[in-house]
């Protein structure tokens, strides 16, 4: 496709979104507006803003890759002893959300986050480029270190490590599914009149569909 981000995203804020066009699946929805991003050629459309709670209460948000999805869920993967994922443990309710800004586009999502089986982890590990292994290995993620001197001395050293054959998956890495039960879809209108649709997810696991004022 490669359309020019400015002349969509205009055709997108005057088109609008309306009820009768949305997918009752929210998963669908996703995927439809997800390809688009893709097809605009926009940088990194799988990149997403992934906020977590520690056990005080205060909440953190970083940029992750989405990496799968499906009808179960939404996956990115981390080290399980960074940040995220002991905040995770301890509280597994976060949110997503997707910043297509060029498109006058965004997805929030929101849902519990679970790891992932290792048999899907070392799927997904064997086809990251051997450098990103390697990292994996590499760094204590969310730790303190003193200089970036001694991530690249422990780089190297895992390099030596696994010079022959493949690398095998970190027992401290894999991947989340966040299982939704909320999705959001916004999108942008002149004087700030946007669109939002929140799908709800109900106790049948059916969604309830819902307009929102701007």
Known sequence: MNANPETLRRELMEHGLARSELDPDPIRQFQGWYELAIATDLPEPNSLTL???DVQGRPSARTVLLKLYDARGFVFFTNYESRKAREIEANP??????????LARQVQIRGRAKRISTAESLAYFTTRPRGSQIGAWASPQSQVIGTRSLLEMKVAEMARRFSQGEIPLPDFWGGYRVVP??????????????????????????????????
């Open 51 to 53: 906020c977590t709670v």
């Open 93 to 102: 309710q976060v949110a997503m959300l997707f910043p297509w800004v060029a």
């Open 181 to 214: 039960d909320m999705i959001e879809f916004w999108q942008g209108r002149e004087s700030r009149l946007h669109d939002r649709f929140r799908y709800v997810q109900r106790d049948d696991g059916g969604w309830e569909i819902e307009r929102l004022a701007p």
